[in-house]
């Protein structure tokens, strides 16, 4: 199976919807361009900056086959999964394949409380069910279990679950993944966007980073530097967006990022209910940010 395209910076890009929380295609459209302007080396329909969670079938689907259509072959598009049953990821991987997306990440099944025997089982049975290469997706904060290193390790033997993006904020486990899975040709990439630098470092292939639907360049910079072996300058970059990504605790997650697209001129709309937006004090807080990163 051809992995070689899972690399580099990939936004998790947001859903612009309209009065009744529909997709709104020409947002939609312009997001994905300006995300392609800012030099990215892939796009995720449907993560958790995406909304997936307040949109129902139909969206869903509008929304992922709008991206990929509007992307053009330019850079592989990933479809994201955070149903909770098993029969529900098999049915959206199958979407994800029709539609003809380059890949899927997987979230594990948020409010339940599996065994690593279940969540393994669960993973497999997703992954059996499509040819697509499968990136699972350990986020513990928002869903409520973790992916141990050693349930990582088992995964990685199954042969279309390529990837991970690890969430979790905790570096030493991101660099556990890296180290027991660096001889299968398993692909780590970043889900903190404030550690991208340190898991390349590691050994992570990339990221998957909301700031990047904002400043993609900016992200970009971090791993073509790194890529091109000049640290110092990977890490002014990383430097420089970290303000950025501290200013998400603005308003609930994950408000901000469309509150800062909208602040530097690209409509995207408000959040699904029941999350609204910023304070008039933190959206100027966050139009500082902006300014001081040279977004704004």
Do not use: W
Not at 62 to 78: D, F, K, L, N, W
Not at 235 to 253: D, G, I, T, W
Not at 284 to 296: F, P
């Amino acid at each position: 199976m051809d992995t070689g395209f899972i690399r580099g910076v990939i936004p998790p890009i947001v859903t612009p919807v309209d009065a009744d929380e529909c997709v709104e295609e020409q947002g939609l459209r312009n997001v994905v361009e300006h995300v392609i302007a800012g030099g990215v080396h892939g796009i995720l329909a449907l993560g958790s900056n995406g909304e997936f969670y307040g949109l129902d079938q139909e969206q869903q689907e509008r929304a992922v086959r709008i991206t990929i259509e509007q992307t053009a072959g330019r850079v592989p598009v990933y479809m994201g999964i955070g149903a909770i049953a098993t029969r529900e990821c098999v049915r959206l991987a199958r979407l994800g394949e029709s539609l003809k997306a380059q890949a899927i990440t997987m979230l594990p099944p948020m409010f339940l409380s599996p065994s690593e025997d279940e969540l393994y089982r669960h993973f497999r049975q997703v992954a059996e069910a499509t040819a697509l290469p499968l990136l699972l997706y350990n986020n513990p904060d928002r869903v409520g279990n973790c992916i141990s290193a050693g349930l990582l390790e088992r995964l990685a033997d199954i042969p279309n679950i390529v990837g991970v993006k690890d969430s979790s904020g905790d570096l030493t486990l991101t660099a556990e993944y890296i180290r027991r899975t660096r001889d299968k040709g398993f692909k780590v990439m970043a889900g903190r966007d404030v550690m991208i630098l340190g898991s390349l470092v590691y050994g992570a292939v990339g990221c998957v980073a909301s700031t990047a639907n904002i400043v993609p360049a900016l992200v970009v910079d971090i791993y073509e530097k790194f890529m091109a072996g000049d640290l110092q300058g990977a890490l002014a970059a990383q430097f420089k967006l970290a303000p950025l990504r501290m200013a998400f605790n603005l308003a609930s997650f994950p408000v901000v990022t469309k509150e800062a697209m909208n602040l530097i001129g690209l409509a995207v709309g408000g959040s699904i209910l029941p999350n609204t937006g910023c304070s008039e004090l933190n959206r100027s807080k966050l139009a500082d940010i902006l300014k001081q990163t040279g977004a704004l």
